[in-house]
C-alpha cells in the first residue's frame, strides 16, 4: 500500500483560491513594491501621500485577502489549520519569505544607512525617508530605523491580529487574547513611547520588563532616566516593580500567560503572523532538552552581566568586562537570535523559536509558573482520541498528546497558554485554567 | 502457574498497543505486537485529519516511535492467516509461525458492507481502515461532484466532513426519521440535523438501501421504496462488525464478537479478547456486550494486561461516556441517555445560545440523576462520573452545574445565560448591541 498519495500533504484543496483572492493579493504586492521601490527613491509621490497609500494598499490587500480566505474556509468547512501548501512545508516559498526576512533584519541592525539613515546629521532617503511624513505627524522629528520597524511591527500585529479574532470568533478566550496583543503593542509599544519622546522623555516602552529588556540597567539607560526627572523615577520604579512583584504575582495567578500571549510584542507577532507556521516546532525530546539548555544559560547570562553592570557602576571596577559583556549580548541575543532567528525563520522553524530557546523573561516566568502558579491545562478524564492535532499545532514543541493520553494536567515550563491546543482538540480534551487550590 | 515466556497480541489499534505498554509495565516477557494496516500503533479515529491535510500519519502514532524499542515491544507488520490452540502458535501470511504462551486477540471491527448489488463497483468505500482513506482519494480523482452516505452513524459524519471539504454535495441517507435517531433523543437528533442542513447537507429520512447502481462506476443508489437517487460516490456506514471470522473453526466461543468473562479471558485459559472484538458475556445493567469506542478498547487492553500478569483485574464497564463532534458541534454523553425516555426515567432538556446548544439531565423518578448529554458544550468528565455513580439528585446537580464547565475561558456558562434570556434582560440587548456592531464576534454555533 502506497501511504505517500493518502492526502498527507501533496494536494492542496480545490477550493483554495478565486480571482478575488488575486486581487487582494495583488493590492498587497503593490503595497509591498512600493515600500522596496522607495528604497531606490524610485517613489515619486509626496512622501506623506506615497506611505498613506502604500499602507492602504497593504492593510486592505492583507485584510481582504486572509479575512475572505477564512471566510471561505468557513463556508466550506476546511479545518482551522492545514499541513498542505507550499510555505507551510519549508518549501521554496517559505524559504524566499525567510531569506527576505532575515535580509530585512541583517540590514535594520547592522546596515540602516542601506535602508536609507540619514549619517551624521543628514536628513533620511529610501525607506526610511518615506516614514519621516508619519514620524513628524506623530513626535515631531525625522524617523529612524526603529521607528520604520516599529511601525511594520504594529500592522504587522493589528492586520494579522485581525484575521485571527476572525478565524476563531467563536472562542472568546482567543478573541479576547488577540485584542490584547493587538492593544499593548498599538499602544504601549508603538504610540506611547513615541508620544513620550515628542515631550523630550526618554523612550520607554512600559509592558517590556528586565530581563526581556536586558539594557534596562545599563549605564546609558539608567543615566537617561535619572535626567528625565520625576517621569524617569517612575520608570525606574514601575521597572523594577514589575520583575520583582507583578510579574511572580500574575505568573501566580495566571500562568506566563499573561505576558506570553496577552502582552508581549515577541509572543504578539508569534501569535499573529507566525500563526501558520505553528506546526514546524520541533516536537522531539531533544529538542526539549536544547531548550532547557539554552534558555535557562542566556538566562544566567542575562542576570551576571546586570550584576556586573551594577558593580561596575557602584565601584568602578570591572567595567570592561561588564562592556563586553553588554555588547556581545546586545548584538548575539538581543539582535540576530531574537530579530534574524526569532523572526527571520519563521517559516521554517515556527514562530516561537526566540520565546523557545532565546528569551529570558520566558525563561524567568517558566520558572515561576512550573514552580509556583495556579495555572495548568486540565485534560477531561480518558477522552483523548490520541489523534495528535494539539501536538502538532503547539508552537512550543509540547508534545501536549503524551499528557492527555494518560489523563495527565500539562505543567510545563515552557507552555505560553495561547490555548490553541484547546481550540483545535475535536474531542474538547484540553481547558487552560487556573486551578485554586 | 510457570512464567510467561511469549505474549503474542494480534492487532496493533487502542487496545492491543495499550495492552502491550501496560504489561511491559510488569512483566519482562516478549511480546509481539501484530498488525497487517501499519508500521506503528496509530490513531485510527484521525484518519479524517488526515484526510483533511489537518494532521499527517506520523502525527497520528500513538506514541513515539522509538518507544517500542526502547520498551522491547517487537511490531510485526504482518497479517495472521491461522490459530491453532492445541499447538499454541498462530500462522502469519507468509507461512512463519509463532508460538505464545498468552495471546490477545484486539482484532478490532470491519466495516458492515450491505450484501446487494453494486456493492463493488468503484466509487463505493466504507471508512474504518487506513486502507480506505487511499481509495477514497483514488475516487475522488474521477471528477466526484455528488455523493451519498448510506448509514448516518458517528463515521458516516466524519466522511461527510471530508468530502464537504472537497465540495462535494453530500446527502445522508437514514433508515429514522432523522439523524442518527436510534442513538440521540429527538431534540438532540433534530438539533444535528439543523447544523448538517446549513453546511449543505440533505438527509434522506425513512429510506433503506437495496442496491447501488452503474456499471463501470457508482451513479446513484436505489432505494426499498422504489426512489432512486443519483451521485458519483456512495459512502458505507451502516456500522461496524467484529473482525472475528478468522477464529469461528478454532473453537473459541463466538456469538457476535469473541466472549469473554468479567476477566476479559475467552474459553481458552491462554487467550483473552479485547477492543472492538471482544463481546462480554455479562454486560453491566443498561450497557451492551460490545461497545466498539475508543475508550472501551484502551480499558479492556489496560485490564487484559493486569490479568495476564496474574493481577485479577475485572473489566467494569463503569460510568458510559463517549464524545464526538459533527462538523462544529460538540457531542458529549455521560452515563445512560436512551433515545427514547421512558419511565421511571424522565429528562429534562434545556437549550441556550438560540437552540443552538443543550444539556439533557435524565433522571429517576426518584431525583436522582442517571445521564447527562450536551451539545455544543464541554463538560468535566470527573465531576459528571461522580454526580451519576454517587446518584446525586437533579436539583443538585442543577445547581452545581458550573463546577462541570469545561468549556473554554470566557464562554458564556449556559445556564446564566439562560436566565439573561427569559428575562430579556440588559446584558442581553447589549449583547446583542455589540454582536450588531461587531458581527464577527457572534458566537459561532
Given amino acids: 500500500m502506497n501511504h505517500r498519495s493518502i492526502a498527507l500533504t501533496d494536494q492542496v484543496h480545490p477550493t483554495s483560491h478565486t480571482r478575488l483572492h488575486f486581487i487582494w493579493l495583488a493590492l498587497f504586492y503593490l503595497g509591498l513594491a512600493m515600500?522596496?521601490?522607495?528604497?531606490?527613491?524610485?517613489?515619486?509621490?509626496?512622501?506623506?501621500?506615497?506611505?498613506?497609500?502604500?499602507?492602504?494598499?497593504?492593510?486592505?490587500?492583507?485584510?481582504?485577502?486572509?479575512?475572505?480566505?477564512?471566510?471561505?474556509?468557513?463556508?466550506?468547512?476546511?479545518?482551522?489549520?492545514?499541513?498542505?501548501?507550499?510555505?507551510?512545508?519549508?518549501?521554496?516559498?517559505?524559504?524566499?519569505?525567510?531569506?527576505?526576512?532575515?535580509?530585512?533584519?541583517?540590514?535594520?541592525?547592522?546596515?540602516?544607512?542601506?535602508?536609507?539613515?540619514?549619517?551624521?546629521?543628514?536628513?533620511?532617503?529610501?525607506?526610511?525617508?518615506?516614514?519621516?511624513?508619519?514620524?513628524?505627524?506623530?513626535?515631531?522629528?525625522?524617523?529612524?530605523?526603529?521607528?520604520?520597524?516599529?511601525?511594520?511591527?504594529?500592522?504587522?500585529?493589528?492586520?494579522?491580529?485581525?484575521?485571527?479574532?476572525?478565524?476563531?470568533?467563536?472562542?472568546?478566550?482567543?478573541?479576547?487574547?488577540?485584542?490584547?496583543?493587538?492593544?499593548?503593542?498599538?499602544?504601549?509599544?508603538?504610540?506611547?513611547?513615541?508620544?513620550?519622546?515628542?515631550?523630550?522623555?526618554?523612550?520607554?516602552?512600559?509592558?517590556?520588563?528586565?530581563?526581556?529588556?536586558?539594557?534596562?540597567?545599563?549605564?546609558?539607560?539608567?543615566?537617561?532616566?535619572?535626567?528625565?526627572?520625576?517621569?524617569?523615577?517612575?520608570?525606574?520604579?514601575?521597572?523594577?516593580l514589575g520583575f520583582l512583584v507583578l510579574t511572580p504575582l500574575f505568573t501566580y495567578y495566571f500562568g506566563k500567560r499573561w505576558y506570553c500571549s496577552w502582552v508581549c510584542g515577541c509572543g504578539g507577532l508569534a501569535e499573529t503572523a507566525g500563526d501558520e507556521f505553528r506546526h514546524l516546532s520541533n516536537k522531539s525530546k531533544k529538542a526539549w532538552k536544547q531548550e532547557k539548555y539554552l534558555i535557562y544559560s542566556i538566562l544566567v547570562l542575562v542576570i551576571v552581566m546586570t550584576l556586573l553592570i551594577l558593580i561596575s557602576r557602584m565601584t568602578g571596577q570591572l567595567t570592561n568586562i561588564s562592556q563586553t559583556l553588554a555588547h556581545w549580548y546586545g548584538l548575539i541575543i538581543g539582535a540576530m537570535f531574537s530579530g534574524i532567528i526569532g523572526v527571520g525563520f519563521y517559516p521554517l522553524l515556527g514562530g516561537r523559536v526566540w520565546c523557545r530557546f532565546g528569551c529570558p523573561m520566558a525563561a524567568y516566568l517558566g520558572l515561576l509558573q512550573k514552580m509556583k502558579s495556579r495555572f495548568r491545562i486540565s485534560t477531561n478524564g480518558g477522552q483523548c482520541i490520541s489523534c495528535g492535532n494539539c501536538s502538532t499545532y503547539c508552537e512550543m514543541g509540547i508534545d501536549v498528546k503524551s499528557y492527555a493520553q494518560q489523563g495527565k494536567d500539562i505543567v510545563r515550563a515552557s507552555c505560553v497558554g495561547c490555548g490553541i491546543c484547546s481550540a483545535v482538540c475535536p474531542r474538547g480534551v484540553l481547558k487552560l485554567e487556573n486551578i485554586n487550590q | 502457574m510457570s512464567p510467561i515466556q511469549n505474549i503474542v497480541i494480534i492487532g496493533n489499534g487502542i487496545a492491543g498497543a495499550t495492552a502491550a505498554l501496560e504489561i511491559r509495565k510488569r512483566i519482562e516477557a516478549s511480546i509481539t505486537l501484530i498488525s497487517d494496516e501499519t508500521e506503528f500503533p496509530y490513531a485510527r479515529t484521525a484518519l479524517m485529519y488526515i484526510f483533511m491535510g489537518q494532521v499527517s500519519l506520523p502525527h497520528t502514532y500513538l506514541y513515539p516511535t522509538d518507544v517500542w524499542k526502547e520498551k522491547n515491544i517487537n511490531l510485526l507488520k504482518s497479517r495472521v492467516i491461522g490459530l491453532d490452540r492445541a499447538a499454541k502458535t498462530i500462522t502469519l501470511t507468509d507461512g512463519r509461525k509463532l508460538s505464545y504462551d498468552q495471546l490477545i486477540l484486539a482484532t478490532g471491527s470491519l466495516s458492515i458492507l450491505p450484501d446487494c448489488e453494486g456493492i463493488d463497483l468503484p466509487g463505493v468505500c466504507a471508512l474504518y481502515h487506513l486502507e480506505d482513506l487511499n481509495k477514497i482519494e483514488h475516487q475522488l480523482l474521477s471528477n466526484v461532484k455528488s455523493a451519498v452516505i448510506v448509514g448516518g452513524g458517528l463515521i458516516g459524519v466524519e466522511l461527510a466532513e471530508m468530502l464537504i471539504v472537497r465540495g462535494i454535495k453530500v446527502s445522508f441517507l437514514v433508515k429514522e426519521t432523522s439523524y442518527w435517531a436510534n442513538a440521540l433523543p429527538e431534540e438532540e437528533s433534530q438539533m444535528v440535523s439543523r447544523h448538517l442542513a446549513e453546511r449543505g447537507i440533505t438527509i434522506i429520512p425513512n429510506e433503506e438501501m437495496s442496491a447501488i447502481l452503474g456499471d463501470q462506476h457508482a451513479t446513484g443508489i436505489l432505494c426499498k421504496s422504489g426512489k432512486t437517487f443519483s451521485c458519483d460516490f456512495v459512502g458505507i456506514t451502516i456500522g461496524v462488525k467484529p473482525n472475528v471470522s478468522l477464529f469461528s473453526e478454532t473453537g473459541l466461543n463466538i456469538n457476535r464478537g469473541i466472549l469473554t468473562n468479567s476477566f476479559l479471558r475467552t474459553n481458552d485459559d491462554h487467550i483473552y479478547a479485547i477492543g472492538d472484538c471482544a463481546e462480554l458475556s455479562e454486560p453491566a445493567e443498561n450497557r451492551k456486550s460490545i461497545e466498539a469506542v475508543w475508550y472501551t478498547a484502551k480499558k479492556m487492553g489496560e485490564v487484559a494486561a493486569a490479568n495476564i500478569c496474574g493481577e485479577k483485574m475485572v473489566y467494569e464497564q463503569g460510568v458510559w461516556y463517549n464524545s464526538a463532534k459533527f462538523f462544529d458541534l460538540e457531542?458529549?454523553?455521560?452515563?445512560?441517555?436512551?433515545?427514547?425516555?421512558?419511565?421511571?426515567?424522565?429528562?429534562?432538556?434545556?437549550?441556550?445560545?438560540?437552540?443552538?446548544?443543550?444539556?439533557?439531565?435524565?433522571?429517576?423518578?426518584?431525583?436522582?440523576?442517571?445521564?447527562?448529554?450536551?451539545?455544543?458544550?464541554?463538560?468535566?468528565?470527573?465531576?459528571?462520573?461522580?454526580?451519576?455513580?454517587?446518584?446525586?439528585?437533579?436539583?443538585?446537580?442543577?445547581?452545581?452545574?458550573?463546577?462541570?464547565?469545561?468549556?473554554?475561558?470566557?464562554?458564556?456558562?449556559?445556564?446564566?445565560?439562560?436566565?439573561?434570556?427569559?428575562?430579556?434582560?440588559?446584558?442581553?440587548?447589549?449583547?446583542?448591541?455589540?454582536?450588531?456592531?461587531?458581527?464577527?464576534?457572534?458566537?459561532?454555533?
Avoid at chain 2, 458544550?377 to 442543577?398: D, F, S, Y
Fill in chain 2, 331 to 445: 457531542y458529549q454523553v455521560y452515563g445512560y441517555v436512551p433515545n427514547a425516555i421512558e419511565p421511571p426515567l424522565k429528562s429534562h432538556y434545556l437549550t441556550y445560545a438560540n437552540g443552538q446548544k443543550s444539556t439533557r439531565f435524565v433522571f429517576h423518578e426518584e431525583g436522582h440523576v442517571v445521564g447527562i448529554l450536551a451539545m455544543g458544550a464541554r463538560l468535566r468528565h470527573g465531576v459528571c462520573e461522580a454526580w451519576i455513580k454517587q446518584k446525586t439528585p437533579l436539583n443538585e446537580v442543577m445547581e452545581h452545574f458550573d463546577k462541570a464547565n469545561f468549556d473554554p475561558e470566557f464562554t458564556p456558562i449556559p445556564f446564566k445565560n439562560l436566565k439573561a434570556q427569559s428575562r430579556g434582560s440588559n446584558t442581553r440587548k447589549a449583547r446583542n448591541l455589540v454582536s450588531f456592531i461587531f458581527p464577527f464576534l457572534r458566537t459561532r454555533p
Fill in chain 1, 35 to 240: 515600500q522596496f521601490f522607495s528604497l531606490f527613491d524610485l517613489i515619486f509621490l509626496p512622501g506623506e501621500w506615497a506611505l498613506g497609500l502604500s499602507f492602504i494598499l497593504i492593510i486592505s490587500g492583507i485584510l481582504g485577502y486572509t479575512l475572505t480566505i477564512e471566510h471561505r474556509k468557513k463556508i466550506t468547512g476546511q479545518p482551522l489549520y492545514t499541513l498542505q501548501g507550499n510555505i507551510r512545508q519549508k518549501k521554496w516559498s517559505a524559504w524566499l519569505l525567510a531569506l527576505f526576512l532575515t535580509t530585512f533584519y541583517v540590514l535594520l541592525y547592522l546596515r540602516p544607512d542601506l535602508l536609507g539613515l540619514g549619517k551624521n546629521g543628514a536628513s533620511n532617503s529610501g525607506l526610511i525617508g518615506l516614514y519621516d511624513g508619519l514620524s513628524y505627524w506623530i513626535k515631531g522629528n525625522p524617523a529612524s530605523e526603529w521607528f520604520v520597524y516599529g511601525t511594520m511591527y504594529t500592522l504587522a500585529i493589528t492586520c494579522l491580529g485581525i484575521r485571527v479574532i476572525f478565524k476563531f470568533r467563536h472562542n472568546r478566550y482567543q478573541v479576547y487574547r488577540t485584542l490584547s496583543i493587538i492593544f499593548f503593542q498599538l499602544i504601549f509599544a508603538f504610540l506611547l513611547p513615541e508620544i513620550l519622546q515628542s515631550f523630550n522623555k526618554p523612550y520607554v516602552d512600559l509592558k517590556n520588563f528586565w530581563p526581556l529588556n536586558y539594557y534596562f540597567f545599563f549605564d546609558w539607560n539608567i543615566d537617561q532616566l535619572l535626567a528625565s526627572g520625576q517621569f524617569g523615577f517612575f520608570v525606574l520604579g514601575w521597572g523594577t
